[in-house]
């Protein structure tokens, strides 16, 4: 039996962001670059990776590593396919200190992965990296073509290359579908009010976006917040008829 405590929320969230952070390096994005973007410096991130392949392959890991050191990055991509990267080049390009193909290739990836895990519409990751839906629509796009241009190429000549289509093809275009979340009482109260996430925000106070992180759980919802909501849901029949 596991002697691990049992995983809570800030646990599955630094889980998450650091196989985002493996994914996005494994795939090209810069060490340096990578960093940046999480606030973290360079060492870390290249500490993160090597962790999360050990993480996924102990024995692999165990057999590549010749020191206290952690494995190089060329050859933990080497191995990718048995880290659980299969569509990783091992061959490709390092970029340890300049810059990735693409300047925003983590953010690229990221949009990508939560638009084909259906996270989010295109409208709201749009609003939150302050994009327009049709050039999320095109990041989505290129980013399958780069992870799997058989297939893209395949699914256009058919004419099917759309969202819910790609969506289909996730695991294909590298993206693993996630664990279901816990029931969200907070989106589960929007639901059950039959509300869109713009009128519960109005009816709360808040943004669409703060709505929407929070039903997601990617921000602590506050407590006043909380009770706020359920008190929108309380049995109107409960109140004393009007005198």
Known sequence: MSTEPPATGGRRRHAARNAAIADAVMHGASLREVGKAHGLIFSRVRQIVADECRRR???????LQKSDSPVGLKT???HA???????VSPTRPLWHTGRPPSNNATRDWTLTSQA???????????????LSTERVRQIVADECRRRNPALYD????AGRADLE???EHAAAFGVTTPAPRPVNEFGHIRRQLGLSQRQYAKALGLSTLTIWH???GS???PHPVMVAARSLHAPTQTSPPAG
């Open 81 to 87: 396919a048995n880290f659980g990267w299969p569509d």
């Open 219 to 221: 921000r602590r919802i």
């Open 154 to 157: 395949a699914l256009t000549q």
């Open 57 to 63: 392959n102990p024995a692999l890991y165990a057999r």
């Open 165 to 167: 289509t790609l969506r």
């Open 214 to 216: 929070y039903e997601r």
């Open 76 to 78: 933990l991509v080497e």
């Open 116 to 130: 084909l895990h259906g996270d989010a519409s295109l409208r709201q990751l749009a609003q939150a990296q302050g």
